[in-house]
T-cell receptor, first 111, second 110 residues
């Protein structure tokens, strides 16, 4: 099992551009979530999903969209990137209320 | 890469007892975060420590970072059932990368 796979590892965007951060898990976990990590603020949840077809907003959802068409994949889309979205993004999964498994992170810079 | 080792993996305590969770790194920590995981709520940010010897408290939870900035402890005084959950430490390295411990599952028996 690969666990939680995030791509890309690094990316630079210009303001107004769009992109999709990919997250895939092969552990048959129902729960998938996206977090952003900013200095001094720790991890903040953006969106999450408890099962395919179900998504919900986290603490900081504005400017981000997600979809969950199957169990494995949970892409995070930035439609019109802003400099405030410069951050490190983590995807995490779990089986029910068990421990979270994290991807390796995506470092995103918006210029 | 920086590895974070958390101990214990799980802990069962009687209500009212004190407990400590540890998070150890092989390298210097530049930012150490403690979170509590609650199902349906994701990770709840508890505290962040940056300076060697730093100590922070919130209600009955105290977190410390040692002088060498390689070990942090989370101490809960007079535990309550509401403290039950999974506690996770996370850290920044000087390369700007982040890593996480495996988590400690805490059960508090009434």
């Amino acid at each position: 099992n690969a666990g939680v796979t995030q791509t890309p590892k690094f990316h630079i965007l210009k303001t107004g551009q769009s992109m999709t951060l990919q997250c895939a898990q092969d552990m048959n976990h129902g729960y998938l979530s996206w977090y952003r990590q900013d200095p001094g603020m720790g991890l903040r949840r953006i969106h999450y999903s408890v099962a395919a077809g179900i998504t919900d907003k986290g603490e900081v959802p504005d400017g981000y969209n997600v979809s969950r068409s199957n169990t494995e994949d949970f892409p995070l889309r930035l439609e019109s990137a802003a400099p405030s979205q410069t951050s490190v993004y983590f995807c995490a999964s779990s089986y029910g209320d068990e421990k979270l498994f994290f991807g390796s992170g995506t470092q995103l810079s918006v210029l | 890469s920086q590895e974070l080792e958390q101990s214990p993996q799980s802990l069962i305590v009687q209500e009212g007892k004190n407990l400590t969770i540890n998070c150890t790194s092989s390298k210097t920590l530049y930012g150490l975060y403690w979170y509590k995981q609650k199902y349906g709520e994701g990770l709840i940010f508890l505290m962040m420590l940056q300076k060697g010897g730093e100590e922070k408290s919130h209600e009955k939870i105290t977190a410390k970072l040692d002088e060498k900035k390689q070990q942090s402890s989370l101490h809960i005084t007079a535990s309550q059932p509401s403290h039950a959950g999974i506690y996770l430490c996370g850290a920044d390295s000087n390369a700007g990368k982040s890593t996480f411990g495996d988590g400690t599952t805490l059960t508090v028996k009434p």
